[in-house]
């Protein structure tokens, strides 16, 4: 499934997009909602694995573990995009 969220997602933009959000199941799924608006080709069949995949290592669980184990790395707040 990485590979194809990979292909889905980096056509736009790069894989920090994905990596630094850290996004509930249904915050995931606006976001597949989101992009999909925008262009991205998310196949109907492909959706729950992808928010599956999205959640599992891209959710709030993860990123409150990485704050845990580098409390130095935690953001400033400001919005670089």
Not at 55 to 68: E, I, L, R
């Amino acid at each position: 499934m990485q590979a194809k969220v990979k292909a889905a997602c980096t056509s736009c933009h790069n894989t920090s997009r994905i990596t630094d959000q850290h996004l509930n199941r249904e915050q995931w799924s606006d976001q597949l909602d989101k992009m999909e608006g925008l262009g991205a080709v998310i196949p109907d069949a492909d959706r729950n694995a992808f928010l599956n995949y999205l959640t599992k290592n891209f959710g709030p669980k993860k990123g409150a573990a990485q704050d845990a184990a580098n409390p130095a790395a935690k953001k400033s707040g400001s919005a670089a995009d």
